[in-house]
T-cell receptor, first 112, second 114 residues
Framework: IAGITQAPTSQILAAGRRMTLRCTQD?????MYWYRQDLGLGLRLIHY???????GKGEVPDGYSVSRANTDDFPLTLASAVPSQTSVYFC???????????FGPGTRLLVL | AQSVTQPDIHITVSEGASLELRCNYS??????LFWYVQSPGQGLQLLLK??????LVQGIKGFEAEFKRSQSSFNLRKPSVHWSDAAEYFC????????????FGKGTTLSVSS
C-alpha cells in the first residue's frame, strides 16, 4: 500500500515559470488537501477538495490552483512562480470530516 | 476564528526524563484534536487524536494527551523520552467549516540530550 505519493521530491524553479506538483492517493479517500510548510509558520492550508469535482480555498490560496478530476489525484499548479512560494509542500487525504489526515512525503520547492 | 497555539518553540529534555508539550486551541464547538510528529526531512505522522469520549487519549510510541475543555488545552505527554523522539511536534484542530481541513500550530521542536 503506497498511501500518498508526491512528485517531484524536490525542484528548483526559475521565477515566472509554471509548475505542477503532483499528488496521488490509493486509499480511495474522499477529501484531499494541499499545505505549505514554512519555518516558524507551521503548516498552512492552500486548497482542499472534499470530493472529486469540488475544490475550495484555504488560508493561503493566492498564486495556486488545484483540480480534482478524479478521486485519486489532486495536482497543485503554480501558474507563475515567485520566490515567496519557496516552501515544502505536503499533500494529505482523509476519509471525510473529522477523520485522520494522512500526509505524503512532501515536495521541496525552491523558486529563484 | 479557529486557532492553535503551541507556546514552546523549542524544548530540550534529557533522555529518560518526562515530557509535556503544550497545546491550546480556540474553537467554537467540540473540537477534533490531533498531534502529529515530523522527523527531519519527513512527512507528518499521526501520534494520536481526540474526537470524543475519554479525555485521556493513548497514542503510538508511548505518547498520550489529555483534552481539558475548561483550559482549551490538549497537551502531549510521555513519561520517559528516548533519543529517537527528537523531532518536531504539531498540534492541530479540526476546522469543520472548511471541510475537514486542519489548522496547525507552529510546532515545537524537541531535542533530547544524553
Amino acid at each position: 500500500i503506497a498511501g500518498i505519493t508526491q512528485a517531484p521530491t524536490s525542484q528548483i524553479l526559475a521565477a515566472g515559470r509554471r509548475m505542477t506538483l503532483r499528488c496521488t492517493q490509493d486509499m480511495r479517500h474522499n477529501a484531499m488537501y494541499w499545505y505549505r510548510q514554512d519555518l516558524g509558520l507551521g503548516l498552512r492550508l492552500i486548497h482542499y477538495s472534499n470530493t472529486a469535482g469540488t475544490t475550495g480555498k484555504g488560508e493561503v490560496p493566492d498564486g495556486y490552483s488545484v483540480s480534482r478530476a478524479n478521486t485519486d489525484d489532486f495536482p497543485l499548479t503554480l501558474a507563475s512562480a515567485v520566490p515567496s512560494q519557496t516552501s515544502v509542500y505536503f499533500c494529505a487525504s482523509s476519509e471525510g470530516q473529522g477523520k485522520t489526515q494522512y500526509f505524503g512525503p512532501g515536495t521541496r520547492l525552491l523558486v529563484l | 476564528a479557529q486557532s492553535v497555539t503551541q507556546p514552546d518553540i523549542h524544548i530540550t529534555v534529557s533522555e529518560g526524563a518526562s515530557l509535556e508539550l503544550r497545546c491550546n486551541y480556540s474553537y467554537g464547538a467540540t473540537p477534533y484534536l490531533f498531534w502529529y510528529v515530523q522527523s527531519p526531512g519527513q512527512g507528518l505522522q499521526l501520534l494520536l487524536k481526540y474526537f470524543s469520549g475519554d479525555t485521556l487519549v493513548q497514542g503510538i510510541k508511548g505518547f498520550e494527551a489529555e483534552f481539558k475543555r475548561s483550559q482549551s488545552s490538549f497537551n502531549l505527554r510521555k513519561p520517559s523520552v528516548h533519543w529517537s523522539d527528537a523531532a518536531e511536534y504539531f498540534c492541530a484542530v479540526g476546522a469543520g467549516q472548511a471541510g475537514t481541513a486542519l489548522i496547525f500550530g507552529k510546532g515545537t521542536t524537541l531535542s533530547v540530550s544524553s
